[in-house]
């Protein structure tokens, strides 16, 4: 039988008696049912291969499916598991933020749990962190992706590495380690975790990059598309800006942006079509290359809003703690009583599902 107790976020209610974990593996989840079983198969096998105290948390981003389910049971059977269940879907980047909230240890490892990311790679993730770097960040090398994905992904790789500063092969990639420290002085919004390891190094931080496996889905489909990349090339701006000089507001604002300067590109090239050839009609008296300048700077401008939304967005959620998602409830196998790193959760409140 499950007692509940429902307690303030911000009360101290939840984790592992005694001292905390070492490493907290963190998983979001999205309509994996069929994964999951073989999922925590896995990462059992290469959590008990670490030699030290580890957590899994995984968060439960709004699933449709019998996620939550399979995940009860799971809990109920391992000690070592807690489950983030959100009241829908707010996305990988506050599933990860979540993650973050609501765990203990002093390292930390994300992961996808379409087991397309290896768990076997989560001990290798750590021997480099014990080498004093930290933040290593995987290298999806040999990508069992289709031919769609990874050309978009290596240009907005490139992109990243250039503009950032920080030359990595896989921004993208989910299989990632952290020490505590350095995901404690980032708050994230938007698409803004694949960016961590940017604001790491801009921190100070050392970033090292380590080949890991890929694996083809088994199961279900996959919830990236190339709808991300324009988001992120988005979240790329901003990031830049907040590095240089605090989410979702700049993609409205960007949007159309680039839908302008689409449109002043299309009717700068009628201008010189027109210009070249027969009749050769004269480009200052042509309405065209007025309207290609007008949307030109309108999407300028539209950008800069954007920018200026994300700023007061970021300032209305740091200045009050307000989360970027919602949790429902929190499950975990009635370890006793802890405290979580909670840091901007004083606003939400979750029942805290123990079971016995």
């Given at each position: 039988m499950s007692t509940v107790s429902r307690s303030r976020a911000d009360s101290g209610s939840p984790a592992i008696s005694g001292e905390p974990p070492a490493v907290s593996i963190v998983i979001p989840l999205l309509n994996e049912e069929e994964t999951l079983p073989l999922l925590h198969e896995r990462l059992r096998a290469a959590v008990e291969g670490l030699g030290r105290s580890c957590e899994i948390v995984y968060v439960d981003d709004g699933s449709t499916d019998?996620?939550?389910?399979?995940?009860?049971?799971?809990?109920?059977?391992?000690?070592?598991?807690?489950?983030?269940?959100f009241r829908r879907n707010f996305g990988q980047t506050a599933a990860l933020q979540a993650g973050i909230d609501y765990s203990q240890g002093e390292a930390l490892v994300f992961m996808d749990g379409d087991l397309q990311n290896d768990p076997a790679d989560i001990g290798r993730l750590l021997a480099r962190l014990e080498q004093g770097y930290d933040v290593v960040s995987g290298w999806r090398k040999d990508r069992k992706d289709s031919l769609m994905r990874r050309v978009p992904s290596?240009?907005?790789?490139?992109?990243?590495?250039?503009?950032?500063?920080?030359d990595l092969h896989d921004y993208g990639c989910t299989l990632k380690a952290y020490r505590r420290e350095v995901l404690d002085s980032v708050r994230l919004y938007g698409e803004m975790h694949r960016f961590i390891p940017a604001y790491a190094a801009w921190a100070g931080a050392s970033v090292a990059e380590l080949e890991v496996d890929h694996h083809p889905r088994r199961f279900g489909k996959s919830k990236y598309g190339l709808s991300r990349t324009l988001r992120v090339l988005l979240d790329l701006m901003t990031a830049k800006f907040l590095g240089s000089f605090s989410s979702k507001p700049n993609y409205l604002f960007g949007t159309i942006a680039f839908v302008s300067w689409f449109f002043a590109f299309l009717a700068g090239v009628v201008v010189i079509l027109e210009k070249v050839f027969p009749p050769h009609a004269e480009a200052h008296n042509n309405p065209l290359l007025l309207l290609?300048?007008?949307?030109?700077?309108?999407?300028?401008?539209?950008?800069?809003?954007?920018l200026l939304a994300e700023l007061g967005v970021r300032t209305y959620h740091e200045s009050q703690g307000k989360p970027t998602y919602v949790v429902r409830?929190?499950?975990?196998?009635?370890?006793?009583?802890?405290?979580?790193?909670?840091?901007?959760?004083?606003?939400?409140?979750?029942?805290?599902?123990?079971?016995?």
């Open positions: 019998a996620t939550f389910e399979r995940l009860t049971a799971i809990v109920q059977a391992d000690p070592q598991v807690r489950i983030v269940q290596r240009i907005a790789n490139s992109v990243i590495s250039r503009i950032t500063g920080v290609a300048v007008f949307l030109a700077i309108v999407g300028v401008q539209f950008l800069l809003m954007g409830q929190v499950v975990d196998a009635g370890m006793g009583p802890r405290t979580y790193r909670a840091r901007n959760l004083r606003s939400s409140e979750a029942a805290v599902v123990r079971g016995s």
